[in-house]
């Protein structure tokens, strides 16, 4: 690289980073001041200022600070005490952000529940929350009725809208209470290590964890986005991602709302009328996940996809394959990937779009991040330990899994799940000295020579097979490059007799696909070990409210014809793919079949 383009670069990363740091800076969890102090030093700030916009109707930062009031009272005049948990389980809609605003003014909790679970998830949720009350609209009311049965406790249900039977109409109940912010005493002993929101995992692998997002934690997304983004008080950021999760719910809102601009929200996304919004809106930030942005660029092209006034696509997840297709096609200036967990201590931007990296730390500035890469057994899903009983610190190009260190600065704290013993789980100690304990994200990575880190695999994705380690992500992106593959996704499942776990790919397909080409495309593209034994196509990927593709069910139904419906299909060496019937799934049980 010539000396011109590396200082650029350099002069991006740390331009990014002391806006980051300048801005968090300040954050400890000693500190009286929380979050909802943050916030309402912007509703003070900007008052009369556009401040969120849902379909058609939009509120200033005075209106949005007098519903947040109404609710604090609201909450006050129940009894609810600080640390006690009330649930909102509601879809994205204006008053959300004021409704967790509110409570957290009387030191109350909010436990954000992903309106897009039933059932005995749903009853998971809520029984692990400790919740007494819970706030659902029209919307959600219907889906909370069938797990009442389910849950431990009777929770007071509040319905934004007609109530009926046992539940109470909160709309009626606000209009007594004072728009006027509760007396600041009520929060006069909290510090920033109070918990303000639980947030809920995805749930991909089992039941959803619930993390603890303290003041402290809460602060660092949504201070950090305010100046890792570099948003200002002209800006409107679209925001389509759930508001029960941290991408959407702190850090779009915190990269708007700390700055003076403005949110355009958006019940869930859609791909179709993605750009005409952004268009009509005169949005130049939105927010993103990696499959969101999948879903832009497989949709057709509209006329508004290069009208708009986007400046900054920020997010994470985005996947190597896709990036370039997303700047050039759409015409995006700047695109923030960052890394980070909802209940980790690890966070890392990508602050001069390197594409594929998730982020970067640079030798010169290594001592002031928390994250380290350490070599992992994938088979034994264990780190690697020296015989000095150590862990072995990877090298540029080196496959190992990110951890963080726990401790010292506010954002390498780790304050985990609910959970305690699930939180623990999550920490590996005596890592490179005694005493010393890290956050285990789970994620296998790869760092190059120049700080980037590129993201590889969820650990339990990345199987062995062949004496070789299989990254079922860097699968699926050779696999989407096929004509006719519209979504890919891969993992691991046993054979009888063979050593390690077997590929196995999971396609969604359109007319043009071909199983013949599929084979010819693998066998090309994919070393042998990695190519795909067994395929099957499905008409639609089971994901979560956040896009992530839910494995579990696929991996429980493997490659059996019994099991698995819709088409199937195994690798002969000779002939490539061809239908699994019982009688060839019987060979390949009974070991008959060289794999």
Same mark, same amino acid.
């Given at each position: 690289?010539?000396?011109?383009?590396?200082?650029?670069?350099?002069?991006?990363?740390?331009?990014?980073?002391?806006?980051?740091?300048?801005?968090?800076?300040?954050?400890?969890?000693?500190?009286?001041?929380?979050?909802?102090?943050?916030?309402?030093?912007?509703?003070?700030?900007?008052?009369?200022?556009?401040?969120?916009?849902?379909?058609?109707?939009?509120?200033?930062?005075?209106?949005?600070?007098?519903?947040?009031?109404?609710?604090?009272?609201?909450?006050?005049?129940?009894?609810?005490?600080?640390?006690?948990?009330?649930?909102?389980?509601?879809?994205?809609?204006?008053?959300?952000?004021?409704?967790?605003?509110?409570?957290?003014?009387?030191?109350?909790?909010?436990?954000?529940?992903?309106?897009?679970?039933?059932?005995?998830?749903?009853?998971?949720?809520?029984?692990?929350?400790?919740?007494?009350?819970?706030?659902?609209?029209?919307?959600?009311? /219907?889906?909370?009725?069938?797990?009442?049965?389910?849950?431990?406790?009777?929770?007071?249900?509040?319905?934004?809208?007609?109530?009926?039977?046992?539940?109470?109409?909160?709309?009626?109940?606000?209009?007594?209470?004072?728009?006027?912010? /509760?007396?600041?005493?009520?929060?006069?002993?909290?510090?920033?290590?109070?918990?303000?929101l639980l947030i809920f995992t995805s749930g991909t692998t089992g039941?959803?964890?619930?993390?603890?997002?303290?003041?402290?934690?809460?602060?660092?997304?949504?201070?950090?986005?305010?100046?890792?983004?570099?948003?200002?008080?002209?800006?409107?950021?679209?925001?389509?991602?759930?508001?029960?999760?941290?991408?959407?719910?702190?850090?779009?809102?915190g990269a708007a709302l700390l700055n003076g601009g403005s949110v355009?929200?958006?019940?869930?996304?859609?791909?179709?009328?993605?750009?005409?919004?952004?268009?009509?809106?005169?949005?130049?930030?939105?927010?993103?996940?990696?499959?969101?942005?999948?879903?832009?660029?497989?949709?057709?092209?509209?006329?508004?996809?290069?009208?708009?006034?986007?400046?900054?696509?920020?997010?994470?997840?985005?996947?190597?394959?896709?990036?370039?297709?997303?700047?050039?096609?759409?015409?995006?200036?700047?695109?923030?990937?960052?890394?980070?967990?909802?209940?980790?201590?690890?966070?890392?931007?990508?602050?001069?779009?390197?594409?594929?990296?998730?982020?970067?730390?640079?030798?010169?500035?290594?001592?002031?991040?928390?994250?380290?890469?350490?070599?992992?057994?994938?088979?034994?899903?264990?780190?690697?330990?020296?015989?000095?009983?150590?862990?072995?610190?990877?090298?540029?190009?080196?496959?190992?899994?990110?951890?963080?260190?726990?401790?010292?600065?506010?954002?390498?704290?780790?304050?985990?799940?609910?959970?305690?013993?699930?939180?623990?789980?999550?920490?590996?100690?005596?890592?490179?000295?005694?005493?010393?304990?890290?956050?285990?994200?789970?994620?296998?990575?790869?760092?190059?020579?120049?700080?980037?880190?590129?993201?590889?695999?969820?650990?339990?994705?990345?199987?062995?097979?062949?004496?070789?380690?299989?990254?079922?992500?860097e699968v699926a992106e050779r696999l989407q490059a096929c004509p006719?593959?519209?979504?890919?996704?891969?993992?691991?499942?046993?054979?009888?007799?063979?050593?390690?776990?077997?590929?196995?790919?999971?396609?969604?397909?359109?007319?043009?696909?071909?199983?013949?080409?599929?084979?010819?495309?693998?066998?090309?593209?994919?070393? /042998?070990?990695?190519?795909?034994?067994?395929?099957?196509?499905? /008409?639609?990927?089971?994901?979560?409210?956040?896009?992530?593709?839910?494995?579990?069910?696929?991996?429980?139904?493997?490659?059996?014809?019994?099991?698995?419906?819709?088409?199937?299909?195994?690798?002969?060496?000779?002939?490539?793919?061809?239908?699994?019937?019982?009688?060839?799934?019987?060979?390949?049980?009974?070991?008959?079949?060289?794999?």
């Amino acid at each position: 690289m010539r000396l011109k383009a590396r200082l650029q670069r350099e002069w991006r990363f740390v331009r990014g980073l002391n806006r980051t740091l300048k801005r968090v800076k300040s954050i400890s969890k000693e500190s009286p001041n929380l979050l909802c102090d943050d916030l309402q030093a912007a509703m003070d700030k900007w008052r009369g200022r556009p401040a969120i916009t849902f379909e058609g109707r939009t509120i200033t930062y005075g209106d949005l600070d007098a519903m947040a009031n109404r609710y604090a009272h609201w909450a006050k005049g129940l009894g609810l005490r600080r640390g006690q948990v009330v649930a909102l389980f509601m879809p994205n809609r204006i008053e959300y952000l004021p409704i967790w605003y509110g409570l957290s003014k009387v030191g109350v909790v909010t436990a954000l529940i992903n309106n897009q679970l039933a059932g005995l998830p749903l009853a998971h949720c809520l029984n692990i929350s400790g919740a007494s009350h819970v706030i659902v609209d029209a919307e959600t009311s /219907p889906v909370f009725e069938p797990a009442k049965g389910l849950l431990e406790k009777t929770l007071q249900q509040w319905v934004l809208g007609p109530a009926h039977g046992d539940q109470r109409d909160l709309v009626q109940a606000l209009k007594s209470c004072s728009q006027l912010p /509760p007396d600041r005493s009520v929060r006069e002993d909290m510090t920033a290590a109070d918990t303000a929101l639980l947030i809920f995992t995805s749930g991909t692998t089992g039941m959803p964890k619930a993390a603890r997002i303290t003041h402290m934690r809460g602060q660092l997304y949504m201070r950090g986005f305010a100046g890792s983004t570099g948003a200002r008080a002209e800006d409107r950021v679209y925001v389509a991602l759930p508001l029960y999760h941290a991408t959407g719910g702190l850090c779009a809102m915190g990269a708007a709302l700390l700055n003076g601009g403005s949110v355009v929200l958006r019940r869930k996304f859609s791909a179709t009328h993605f750009w005409p919004e952004v268009v009509a809106e005169g949005c130049t930030m939105f927010v993103y996940i990696g499959e969101l942005c999948r879903y832009l660029v497989n949709h057709e092209p509209d006329p508004d996809e290069t009208r708009h006034k986007i400046r900054m696509a920020f997010g994470n997840g985005l996947r190597p394959d896709i990036w370039p297709v997303m700047k050039q096609r759409f015409r995006i200036p700047e695109i923030l990937e960052f890394y980070g967990s909802t209940e980790g201590n690890v966070s890392m931007f990508n602050f001069d779009g390197r594409e594929g990296a998730i982020g970067r730390v640079p030798k010169w500035l290594r001592s002031r991040f928390n994250i380290r890469l350490v070599q992992f057994d994938v088979e034994k899903e264990q780190v690697i330990r020296g015989t000095d009983g150590f862990g072995i610190e990877c090298g540029p190009g080196q496959i190992g899994e990110c951890i963080g260190k726990i401790g010292g600065e506010a954002r390498a704290e780790y304050t985990g799940y609910l959970d305690r013993k699930a939180s623990d789980k999550k920490v590996l100690r005596d890592v490179f000295e005694r005493g010393d304990a890290w956050f285990a994200t789970g994620d296998l990575m790869r760092m190059d020579a120049d700080g980037y880190f590129y993201f590889v695999d969820r650990i339990g994705d990345t199987f062995r097979w062949k004496g070789e380690n299989v990254s079922t992500n860097e699968v699926a992106e050779r696999l989407q490059a096929c004509p006719g593959v519209e979504q890919a996704t891969v993992y691991g499942v046993a054979v009888e007799g063979a050593e390690g776990r077997a590929g196995m790919a999971a396609l969604v397909v359109g007319p043009d696909f071909d199983i013949k080409l599929l084979g010819e495309h693998v066998t090309r593209e994919l070393p /042998p070990y990695a190519q795909p034994l067994f395929v099957r196509l499905l /008409p639609a990927m089971e994901t979560t409210g956040t896009f992530k593709i839910r494995k579990m069910d696929l991996v429980a139904d493997g490659y059996d014809p019994g099991k698995v419906r819709g088409p199937l299909y195994f690798h002969d060496p000779k002939k490539g793919y061809v239908k699994v019937t019982k009688a060839v799934f019987d060979k390949i049980a009974a070991g008959g079949v060289k794999v």
